[in-house]
């Protein structure tokens, strides 16, 4: 069982950055799709981001492109979403999550929360307008 730490988040006013980070107990990088989701009060669990991590192929989310930016390290078993220009929007509690999946499954269904079977405990966005 893979145990997922996230940190990083905080409060922020709209249009600055944030950086979380989420930390891997074990891991192999072999074949896995990483993902953020968060949920805002009210709302349903909403896929972020996500990378395949053979590849580094990364995906995101419409509201989210060209702001925000998944990357990992492998050297530390860290996942990271590099968050800018965030808006009221974006506020929410964000997860971790990794998913046993082949590289075009991740590309497929990397949005789904019921396709990962390990997730991390949330850190909370908050963003001020």
């Known amino acids: 069982q893979v145990q997922l730490v996230e940190s990083g988040g905080g409060s922020v006013q709209a249009g600055g950055s944030l950086r979380l980070s989420c930390a891997a107990s074990?891991?192999?990088?072999?074949?896995?799709?990483m993902g953020w989701f968060r949920q805002a009060p009210g709302k349903e669990r909403e896929g972020v981001a996500a990378i395949y991590t053979g590849s580094r192929q990364s995906y995101y989310t419409e509201s989210v492109k060209g702001r925000f930016t998944i990357s990992r390290d492998s050297a530390k078993n860290t996942l990271h979403l590099q968050m800018d220009s965030l808006k009221s929007e974006d506020t929410a509690m964000y997860y971790c999550a990794a998913a046993d999946l082949g590289s075009l499954s991740c590309r497929a269904t990397w949005g789904l929360s019921s396709r990962y079977n390990n997730w991390g405990q949330g850190t909370q966005v908050t963003v001020s307008s």
């Open positions: 074990s891991y192999t990088y072999s074949s896995r799709c």
